[in-house]
Structure formats: structure tokens, C-alpha cells
């Protein structure tokens, strides 16, 4: 592999990480949120999470650039506030992923929520331990799983990220060419097949790596919980 | 200890609206499933907020709705133990015994070594509970809520997912920690023996409403103003005189009628004062004749009066003496032995099976 194709799997594999590591609180709140909150608009807010899900991600990436835009109030904002555009860098790569990935996380988190009895919480409850102390010490752990297979379903739709970075971040090579971006980018071109191939060849190894190593980290987790 | 409850909850169509005071220390509230009693534990506990609310445990005020506080559960210190024992099932025994504030220090206290002994804990401490029995979970779920150092132990329905023998294991435990311990529990039953054989007061609950109140064997003199009997019915609970003493062998026999003297462990009562006992219908045999060596004091010369199918179990109501008493058979059994209504039978219960509930 050529520099700048290994240049390219090097970024998708910071962008990928990054994505995970600025939703997984998110993902955890809302998760618990939408499991556990008893409220009317409960069903509202599941509507908009999941919408990135079914919206194309194109029509994402269009949404979060009028949001985000050099021009645009947020945008604006945020270069007074920071100095640094979000748009067209290596940034908008990991907005971009992180919104279209955010259902996948959220859900996981929101059905392994679900799924941990409630009584083992009113328990926690009555043995003195306030809402926090019982979901950081009994819904948290026991929520786990499915917060680490969110995490992975994460990572693994940011790797494959194409619609939505292509509006929001474009098509600049070492700052936000990802490897779908470079996959179709070759393509476009004389004697890029082979490059081309490489690139797919790698993305399909990481997206199997990821999946063993969520469901490695399940096997443990249940051999743990088993002893 | 004092305990004051007024409560008005509504949910879906059912309502509680119930007022009592109680000085315990164990109080029962006896009731038939739906009515109410598992609601009324869970408001208490802080669990759910009831539109109407005022309860006050000892010196505290818990909740005083609409107007005052209402507390949240972590700040009630009532520790509550339900049928199943809800380990946390990711970690060990010990951890799950540490997990109120302050457990941990408790544990390792000299009253937490009591406490561990009387519940036969510490073999268990370092395994995880998934791999407990169900006698095992309990009793370490009752430890995990007494170290939390309730000022009321609430205690829904603790030996109902158990079978027989588990069952009268925790309720021995449970006595045991009454008298040891003196931690005042409230706990909600569907069972008489179980009432009897721990609450000092009884509060019987009806469709939300409180039907009755008061000492447990003044309520069974009256059982059925209070639509007690159709729930105790399917165990034995008897009044009967004491006939003679015998401490020798440590067994105390009663008047059945007709004399026939059922054997019950040794107690003080004089001799001519009846005694309540109870006995579940699964501690009774049938046999067809007189067995030869055999380890139980009571066989008695029976008469099969009903038999009742009830799902896959039959229970048989045998008379004995001018009494009646009920045994839960399979129908297998009832096959094998061609039991028929109107048959002489012989009726075994052990004597230890037999539980002294008290005088009157």
C-alpha cells in the first residue's frame, strides 16, 4: 500500500474513534433517557434520534452544513468561539459520522436499558443509594453489552460513512478523504482500480475486526457474569 | 416503634385509601393477592407517589402529601425484601451484601458477624449469585437489606416464591431475627401460618380498604367476618385444649375430639387452655393403614370427607377427632391409593411440622 492510501486508513481510523468518543455520553443519556423517562414527549425525542437513520444521508450531511456552514449563525459562532471552522475539515468528518451513528448507539444502549430490571433499581433505591449511584453502580454495568455493541455499530458506520462527510467535510485528501471517500474517488479515475481494491479490501478487514472484537467482549462479559 | 400510614393512591381503576396506626413491632398486612398490599409497600417505600400520602415511622415524617415532603426512597432507610431477592446479578455476594452505605464497616462489625452467622452468609460471601439456590438468594438478600440498618424492614411476600421447606427455613429466620435482632418488619402475607407465626399486629387488607385490625389470633377467632378463612383454607389451622404435657420426650399433646391427641412440639400452656396451631396441608401424609416404625408421633385415624382437584394438585379434607384437616396430594397419589370420599384412611404429620402459634 502507497502512503497515501495507508494516509487514508489512518484518518478513517481517527475519525471512526473520535466518533465513538464524542457520542458514547451522549449515547449513554439519551439511551436512559428514551428507556426510562416517563413522559409524552419521550416518543418526540425518539422520533428525532432515530432520524438520521432513515433520512438519507446526504439529505444529513445538507442538513448539518446549514447548520454548521462557514456562513451560517452556528458555524459563525463557533469559528469566534474557537478559531476553527467546523465545515471542510477533518472535524466535520467526525460530526458527520457521529450524527449518522448516533441512532445505532442510542438504540443499543436504550434496548440493554430496557432490558435490566427496573426492581433491581427500586432495590438499589431503598438500600440508600440516590438515582445516580444506582445507574453508575446497577443499571450502567448491567447495561454494559449493549453499550459496547452501540459503540461498535458506531465505529463501524463511521468506517463506512460516505453521504453525509461528502456534503459536510468534501473531498480533501489527508484531512477529510475517508476511505469511502477515497473508494469513490479512485474509481472516478484512470488506473485507480487497484488502489481502489486495496482500500475496500481494508475496510472489509476492520469491519470484521470490529465485529469480533464486540462479540469477544460479550463472551467475556458473559463468562464473567457467570462465575 | 410507632408507625402511622395514611395513603389514597389510584392506579388504573384500583385504589388504596387505607389509615392506620400500629406500634409493631412486626406488623402483617395479610390480604388475598389484588388487594392492594404490594402498592401499599411500594408507596411506603418511596417507590410510588400516591396523590395522598402521610407516613411517619417512629420519629420520622417519610411523606406528607399534598402540602409537605415526600422523600425519596434513599432517604426513607426502609430496606425492602420482595418475594424474588433481586441480587444484583453482575457481582458477588459480598458486594451485594456491601452495597448500602455503610454495609461494608457493618459487615465486618461484630453484630455483622452475628448477623452472617444467623443467616448462614459467610460460606457464600465470595461466590457470585447466579449460581445460588433460591434458599441461598434469599438469605442473603435479607442480610443485604438488614445491613443497610432499616428502621423498618419491609418485607413483600419474602418465602412466596419458595418451596415448602425453603419457606418454613426463612420464616424460622425471620423469627429468629425478631427475636434476636429486634428489627421491626412489616411484611405483607397471603399465608395465616406465616402472620401468625410473626406479626404482632395484623392489618387485613380488602380491595384496597383496611376490613379489619388487630392481634393475629383475635382476628382468626373472628375468620370469618373477615373473609380470613377462604384464605387460610388451604392450610390447617386449628384451637385446641391441652390434653397432657409429656417433657420427656418433649411433645405437648392436644385434644382432637373423640380421643384422638395430636402431638405438638412441648410448650407451657396449662393443661384444659386451648392453644392455636397451624400446619401446612403439605405436611400431611394419607395411608391406607397404620404404618409400622415410624419416625412422625401423629397417626390418626381418618375419614376422607372431599376431595377437591385444584389444577394439578388434590387437596384432601380428612376428618380427624371432631376436626378437620386438609392434605395436599397428587393426583398421582390419590390414583394409587384409590382414595374415595367416605374411606378410612390414616393421616401422618410429624410433630415438628406442627407450629405452637400461641395461647387463646
Not at chain 1, 441512532?103 to 430490571?117: F, H, K, W
Not at chain 2, 419491609?154 to 419457606?167: I, K, N, Q, R
Not at chain 2, 387488607?205 to 375468620?223: K, M, S, T, Y
Request: charged share 20%; hydrophobic share 50%; glycine share 8%.
Amino acid at each position: 500500500m502507497s502512503a497515501a492510501e495507508l494516509e487514508v486508513v489512518w484518518l478513517s481510523l481517527r475519525v471512526a474513534a473520535a466518533c465513538v468518543l464524542v457520542s458514547a455520553l451522549p449515547g449513554i443519556a439519551i439511551g436512559w433517557l428514551l428507556a426510562r423517562w416517563q413522559h409524552p414527549l419521550r416518543a418526540l425525542l425518539h422520533g428525532v434520534v432515530m432520524l438520521p437513520l432513515v433520512l438519507p444521508p446526504v439529505v444529513t450531511g445538507y442538513l448539518l452544513l446549514a447548520l454548521l456552514g462557514r456562513s451560517r449563525p452556528l458555524g459563525r459562532l463557533l469559528y469566534e468561539l474557537s478559531g476553527m471552522h467546523v465545515a471542510y475539515t477533518t472535524t466535520a468528518c467526525v460530526v458527520a459520522a457521529a450524527v449518522v451513528g448516533f441512532p445505532l448507539l442510542a438504540e443499543s444502549v436504550r434496548l440493554a436499558m430496557l432490558a435490566v430490571d427496573r426492581r433491581l433499581e427500586d432495590v438499589s433505591r431503598t438500600l440508600g443509594r440516590s438515582r445516580l449511584a444506582t445507574f453508575w453502580r446497577v443499571t450502567l454495568p448491567l447495561s454494559l453489552p449493549g453499550l459496547v455493541a452501540g459503540c461498535v455499530l458506531s465505529f463501524a458506520r463511521a468506517l463506512g460513512e460516505f453521504g453525509a462527510t461528502i456534503v459536510l467535510a468534501g473531498n480533501i485528501e489527508g484531512e477529510t478523504r475517508t476511505i469511502p471517500v477515497a473508494v469513490y474517488t479512485l474509481l472516478n479515475v484512470r488506473d485507480g482500480e487497484g488502489a481502489a481494491a486495496r482500500l475496500v479490501l481494508v475496510s472489509v478487514a476492520l469491519s470484521l475486526l470490529a465485529l469480533c472484537g464486540s462479540f469477544w467482549l460479550n463472551a467475556r462479559q458473559r463468562r464473567a457474569e457467570s462465575t | 416503634m410507632h408507625l402511622e400510614i395514611r395513603l389514597q393512591h389510584r392506579v388504573g381503576v384500583f385504589e388504596l385509601d387505607v389509615g392506620f396506626a400500629s406500634e409493631g413491632p412486626v406488623l402483617g398486612v395479610f390480604g388475598a393477592s389484588a388487594s392492594g398490599k404490594t402498592t401499599l409497600l411500594h408507596a411506603i417505600a418511596g417507590l410510588v407517589r400516591p396523590a395522598r400520602a402521610q407516613i411517619r415511622v417512629g420519629e420520622s415524617v417519610l411523606a406528607q402529601r399534598p402540602g409537605g415532603i415526600s422523600l425519596p426512597p434513599e432517604q426513607r432507610r426502609l430496606a425492602l425484601v420482595s418475594q424474588d431477592p433481586l441480587l444484583f446479578p453482575h457481582r458477588s455476594v459480598r458486594w451485594n451484601l456491601e452495597y448500602a452505605p455503610g454495609a461494608a464497616q457493618r459487615l465486618a462489625s461484630p453484630a455483622g458477624a452475628r448477623l452472617a452467622a444467623l443467616l448462614r452468609i459467610e460460606p457464600l460471601l465470595a461466590r457470585g449469585v447466579r449460581n445460588l439456590s433460591g434458599g441461598e438468594k434469599q438469605r442473603v438478600a435479607l442480610a443485604r437489606a438488614l445491613l443497610a440498618e432499616p428502621t423498618l424492614l419491609l418485607l413483600d411476600e419474602p418465602t412466596a416464591s419458595l418451596d415448602a421447606e425453603l419457606a418454613r427455613d426463612v420464616l424460622g429466620l425471620l423469627q429468629e431475627l425478631k427475636r434476636e435482632l429486634r428489627t421491626p418488619m412489616l411484611f405483607v402475607t397471603h399465608k395465616a401460618p406465616e402472620m401468625l407465626a410473626l406479626a404482632d399486629d395484623c392489618v387485613v387488607l380488602e380491595n384496597g380498604r383496611v376490613a379489619a385490625q388487630g392481634p393475629p389470633l383475635a382476628l382468626l377467632a373472628r375468620p370469618r367476618a373477615l373473609g380470613v378463612a377462604s384464605l387460610a383454607g388451604v392450610d390447617n389451622l386449628l384451637r385446641l385444649p391441652v390434653l397432657r404435657h409429656d417433657p420427656s420426650s418433649g411433645v405437648t399433646f392436644l385434644a382432637l375430639g373423640g380421643e384422638v391427641a395430636l402431638a405438638a412440639p412441648l410448650c407451657r400452656t396449662a393443661l384444659g387452655v386451648a392453644v392455636s396451631v397451624g400446619f401446612y396441608a403439605d405436611d400431611v401424609l394419607v395411608c391406607l393403614e397404620r404404618p409400622r416404625g415410624l419416625s412422625a408421633r401423629n397417626a390418626l385415624a381418618a375419614r376422607v370427607r372431599r376431595l377437591d382437584a385444584l389444577g394439578h394438585e388434590v387437596l384432601a379434607e380428612l376428618a380427624v377427632g371432631e376436626h378437620a384437616l386438609r392434605a395436599r396430594l397428587t393426583p398421582g397419589a390419590v390414583r394409587e391409593l384409590a382414595l374415595a370420599e367416605g374411606m378410612a384412611v390414616v393421616a401422618i404429620v410429624k410433630t415438628s411440622a406442627v407450629h405452637v402459634l400461641g395461647e387463646g
